[in-house]
């Protein structure tokens, strides 16, 4: 069973490394950093299971923001917020803004992780919606139990296996922008460098193959600083 991921958001350097070593040494994944763009861009290469939120940060989103963003983006991933050693008002603020719990500082680290412990259990037991079997992605439908794609006349059409991958994590985060680093991490298990465009050109054999206007793509689009992002058909 794969450790549970952690994303800590603290900008404290001392209080940042002695939580992540802590929670490391007790079977969880958690990846480290200090501002919410950091956070941004790491949530947008894949959301972890559990957030630990710092209220106080700098630069311009304060915790509630982003505890905000991270429940618009997600209603499975667990939030919790650190906040000032008794301060109610922050503890109230941060449970309307969509955090699951909250851990006053200064915390005992075993309290930090029962908390996270608690939380990842009701994360896991939130409604999750049945296994998709045929996602709609324009005019065409991707079979993901028989690897196939299909037109709307229900022909079947060629993809590679490299192709049919990209296209099951599209699938898998609709409406959610995806780097090149962790697309192509994901689906061929290696690094990219700078001048690597192995994803763009499988992108656009993909959109040729599904998009009716592929140089003014609309199921695929590109998300500019970022990678792509899966737009599913308005119902």
Known sequence: MQQPSVLLVEDDAFQRKAAETYLTNHDLRVISVENGAQMRRQVSRAMPDLVLLDIQLPGQDDGFALARWLRESST????????????????????ESGADDYVSKPYEPR????????????????ATPPRLERVRMGAHT??????????????????????????????????RPLSRDW????????????????????????RRKIEP?????TVIRTVRGVGYMFVPPAE
């Open 183 to 206: 697309l192509l991490e994901t689906t061929s298990h290696r690094q990219r460098d700078p001048f690597d465009r192995a994803i763009d050109l499988r992108i656009t054999r993909i």
């Open 111 to 126: 309290e930090l992780l029962a908390r996270c412990k608690s939380v990842l259990r009701r994360s896991v037991n939130k």
């Open 213 to 217: 206007s592929p140089d003014k793509p």
């Open 76 to 95: 499975r991933v667990g939030i919790i917020m650190l906040t000032a050693a008794g301060d109610s008002v922050d503890k109230v603020l941060g449970l």
């Open 142 to 175: 991707l079979d993901l139990s028989k690897r196939g794609l299909h037109d709307d006349a229900g022909n079947d059409v060629p993809v590679t296996a490299g192709e049919f991958d990209l296209l099951k994590l599209f699938a898998e985060n609709p409406n």
